[in-house]
Nanobody, 127 residues
Framework: QVQLVESGGGLVQAGGSLRLSCAASGRTFSTYVMGWFRQAPGKEREFVAA???????TYYADSVKGRFTISRDNAKTMYLQMNTLKPEDTAVYYC?????????????????????WGQGTQVTVSS
């Protein structure tokens, strides 16, 4: 069992940066594959990025590739560094965790691959 708490959201102007954090409870954080999703008003939740257990492998949605960076440390925290933000990045951002290993991170684009979810943090990008 793991509990996830996101933080770091806020209001930023287009072109600016934010760093989201996802703090995890439990002693087995390093065994979870982790991901970020987002949901804009009136839209379905969509995949943003995923990271392997070791942090050595990452996978991104095309819409954020080159602008966002996912990472994790040994202190039970995952991050999403968001640069060159655009108004279309406005959404509630969620972190998620998967117990089982994922042979290919590309499968982690689906919500049903994850076992645990955080409550979300709002990111608003003004034009």
């Amino acid at each position: 069992q793991v509990q996830l708490v996101e933080s770091g959201g806020g209001l930023v102007q287009a072109g600016g940066s934010l760093r989201l954090s996802c703090a995890a409870s439990g002693r087995t954080f390093s065994t979870y594959v982790m991901g970020w999703f987002r949901q804009a008003p009136g839209k379905e939740r969509e995949f943003v990025a995923a990271i392997s257990r070791s942090g050595s492998s990452t996978y991104y949605a095309d819409s954020v590739k080159g602008r966002f960076t996912i990472s994790r440390d040994n202190a039970k925290t995952m991050y999403l560094q968001m640069n060159t933000l655009k108004p279309e990045d406005t959404a509630v951002y969620y972190c998620a965790a998967r117990r089982e290993q994922a042979r290919f991170l590309s499968i982690m684009v689906s919500e049903d691959r994850y076992n645990y979810w955080g409550q979300g943090t709002q990111v608003t990008v003004s034009s």
